[in-house]
């Protein structure tokens, strides 16, 4: 599966060691930017990892700020995209669960690393669950 990836300059080096990560299980990553520490504005890049969802490019995205926040809100503009911003392993299983989450979104300044990368693992492993949950995803998508 090929997974986006995109952050700000103040979650670039945490990107960094996701992309490490997974690259390291063999995943396939689409790297959107940013591409070093330099200030860049966010929106931008939680924009395009949703579109490389929406289009197909890539089958899940991982979006990366200082508070995961921000770039979580831009990820949720497009359309289907149902961005999860997780400070724990627990949120990153929930999310994936109960309600599909496509991206997931971390706050470089709000985790440690060896956190994040727990996080990232457990919500790249954990399928959605469907039945009951599925009728709540379709709501969602019909707001």
Known sequence: MKIS???DHA??????????FLL???Y???DVGCHSDDSVDYPEFGHQVGKNIISGVSGKGIVVCGSGIGISIAANKIEGIRAALCFT??????SRLHND?????VGARMNGGDNILDIVDIWLNTD???GRHQKRIDKIENL
Not at 11 to 19: C, L, M, S
Not at 89 to 94: D, F, G, L, S, V
Not at 101 to 105: G, R, V, W
């Open 24 to 26: 390291n299980k063999g």
């Open 128 to 130: 959605f669950e469907g």
């Open 89 to 94: 392993k627990e949120h990153a299983k929930m």
């Open 11 to 20: 979650g670039y080096d945490v990107k960094q060691e996701i992309t490490n």
């Open 101 to 105: 989450s496509n991206i997931l979104a």
């Open 5 to 7: 990836i995109g952050s």
């Open 28 to 30: 396939d990553i689409d």
